[in-house]
């Protein structure tokens, strides 16, 4: 029987390309979706054997609709399909429980061996992907109720962190000086007792600063 698969990705060219990777190997796309909120509705109403999202997406990102579905169904398996090799994505990714990720430009070969393992109900994660997160992982789980006092500005710098932006990015997009950024985020690690930008994310996520 073939996997039932569900595809979240706003590029046609990629869901195409997707497609035509997985011609022949016992796989079956049953649902296209361009954003994260079709692709959380679709995947509740379908139930695919394995969810295929990409993270950068309109209306809700895949981080965000990976998290929705893991509150739904958690025992749903959900490989992320990035073009961004990106620690902090990773992080999250893994924290969130994906079951793994892959960049865009991996091989026809290593996408239809995630899809089946993941199929499995097991996890895709490389020695390589987990250490780059491991620390981050590793530091102590505070209580959603842990009073850090973070001031409104720094609340969005760690945001805009889980979004995976840089300080040049996060700078345009609050319009202050990088200088400034660079400052915020000094003052963020220290104030929750984390050393880089990879555990801050872990710790927004897991203290409820992001969902």
Known sequence: MSIRLLVA????????????????KDIKIIAECADGVE???????????????????????????????KIENP????????????????ARAVALGANGYLMKNCSAKDLI???KTAAKGEDTWTRTELR??????????????????????EIQVVRHICDGMSNKQ????????????????????RKIGVNDRTQAAVWALRTGVVS
Do not use: C
């Open 9 to 24: 990705d706003d590029h046609p060219m990629v869901r195409a390309g997707i497609k035509k990777m997985i011609e022949g």
């Open 75 to 90: 025992d749903m398996p959900v490989v992320m399909y990035s073009g961004f090799d990106n620690p902090t994505y990773i």
């Open 39 to 69: 692709a959380v509705t679709q995947t509740l109403k379908k139930k695919p054997d394995v969810v295929l999202m990409d993270i950068r997406m309109p209306e809700r990102d895949g981080l965000n609709a990976l998290g929705r579905i």
């Open 132 to 153: 780059r997160v491991t620390g981050a992982l590793a530091t102590p789980r505070p209580g959603i109720s842990l009073e850090v006092p973070l001031t409104q500005r």
């Open 170 to 189: 996060i700078g345009d997009e609050l319009e202050i000086s990088y200088e400034t950024v660079k400052e915020h985020v000094q003052h963020i690690l």
């Open 113 to 115: 061996s995630a899809i």
